[in-house]
């Protein structure tokens, strides 16, 4: 995840700490930055919880690590062993506990939570069957709607923008284990934002927006704004879980400023792209009050723009309008590895093939970059 590679060479190759990085396969970009110490495989988290937990175990006992850092989530897998990974190690497990992860990552229940801090939320309807569904596409004549654990842009469908008849309404099949959210569709610009939180404070804040996006879904081009609506919901949230760790959050920006909760990401996002070095470092290890992200800093995933650009001829001029100024995420300054294995870690698509027994699709090279690092919302313990 380009997050993850960001964070990697910040703290090894820019701030020079030992950082052992790991993933579920060797060609992971990020195991290849200069940043990294050493690096090691581990089983994938969603299809084999418990050997990823060991794996994680060993690596700490191995390594001597004092510091672990979740990047996606493979976060609730180790927050749902979080006693048998902290033993009697010395170890910081920078995290939150699992209820809290529980609570936001369920759009449901964040909504609910939302509402309970009196921070804007759409109007929403659960739906956990298709008929439930069905009706609730029915109540607005422009709606939105997504799966309650879905991510990265996929299980999502509309009947207006962009992305409109992509999928037919009767192809959803909401259960009461896999419910959809249907929502109001609101006109507004999309933004987003990322925080390291110690003890439900937050001590490091940007929000950003997308110039450029790819598909209309994931971001490949992140600029910082200025909005202290954002770092208010954060500052809320952290406050009333008592959150400890990274935390992101989507957010629908209407014509009056309203900043309407989309969803939360219990983990960092492009967020983390835009800060520094030193306001990651201290952030992290030696927090001391409030540091936000000024506005007008610039990150690109380039190989994405450029594919976007060679892809479709017409919108070429756009795209390089909006990735003007922009430094690369996978090609940082003499740490170039990981944009050569951005290409060659194209190869996880086969995993997820095998995996899966998926199709061919255009959201194939998204759902292949974390089938095997999510959470379903399945029980843990």
């Given at each position: 995840m380009p997050f993850a590679v960001d964070e990697i060479h910040k703290l090894g190759e820019e701030l020079h700490r030992y950082v052992v990085a790991t993933d579920t396969f060797k060609q992971s970009p990020g195991l290849h930055s200069k940043g990294v110490n050493k690096r090691v495989v581990t089983a994938p988290p969603t299809q084999q919880p418990d050997a990823f937990v060991d794996d994680v175990i060993k690596t700490i006992d191995d390594e001597q690590i004092d510091w672990v850092l979740p990047m996606f989530e493979e976060?609730?897998?180790?927050?749902?062993?979080?006693?048998?990974?902290?033993?009697?190690?010395?170890?910081?497990?920078?995290?939150?506990?699992?209820?809290?992860?529980?609570?936001?990552?369920?759009?449901?229940?964040?909504?609910?939570?939302?509402?309970?801090?009196?921070?804007?939320?759409?109007?929403?309807?659960?739906?956990?069957?298709?008929e439930e569904f069905v009706a609730a596409t029915q109540r607005w004549e422009h709606w939105f709607a997504r799966a309650t654990f879905g991510r990265g842009g996929l299980d999502i469908i509309t009947n207006y923008g962009p992305l409109a008849g992509e999928t037919a309404v009767e192809d959803i099949k909401p259960t009461e284990q896999d419910p959809w959210l249907v929502q109001q569709f609101l006109v507004g610009t999309d933004r987003c934002s990322w925080s390291v939180v110690h003890d439900g404070e937050v001590m490091l804040h940007s929000c950003y927006e997308h110039p450029m996006r790819i598909d209309d879904r994931g971001g490949v081009v992140f600029e910082s704004v200025d909005s202290p609506e954002s770092l208010a919901a954060v500052q809320k949230i952290a406050k009333e879980l008592n959150w400890t760790g990274q935390i992101s959050m989507d957010y629908l920006v209407t014509a009056d400023g309203t900043h309407y909760m989309v969803e939360c990401n219990p983990r960092p996002t492009a967020g983390c792209t835009i800060a520094t070095a030193e306001e990651l470092d201290t952030a992290l290890f030696k927090p001391d009050g409030l540091v936000l992200v000024p506005a007008g800093r610039k990150k690109m995933i380039k190989a994405a723009v450029l594919r976007d650009a060679l892809m479709h001829p017409k919108r070429a001029r756009a795209d390089f309008a909006a990735a003007k100024g922009a430094k690369g995420v996978y090609d940082q300054r003499k740490d170039h590895m990981p944009l050569i294995y951005s290409a060659l870690s194209l190869r996880h698509v086969l995993a997820y093939r095998k995996a899966l027994g998926a199709e061919r699709s255009k959201e194939q090279l998204v759902a292949a970059q974390f089938f095997d690092i999510l959470y379903d919302g399945s029980p843990l313990k």
């Open positions: 976060v609730f897998y180790l927050a749902a062993n979080r006693e048998k990974i902290q033993g009697d190690r010395d170890v910081t497990l920078f995290f939150p506990q699992l209820d809290a992860l529980l609570e936001v990552n369920d759009k449901s229940t964040f909504a609910d939570l939302c509402r309970r801090l009196d921070l804007p939320v759409a109007e929403t309807i659960v739906c956990t069957t298709p």
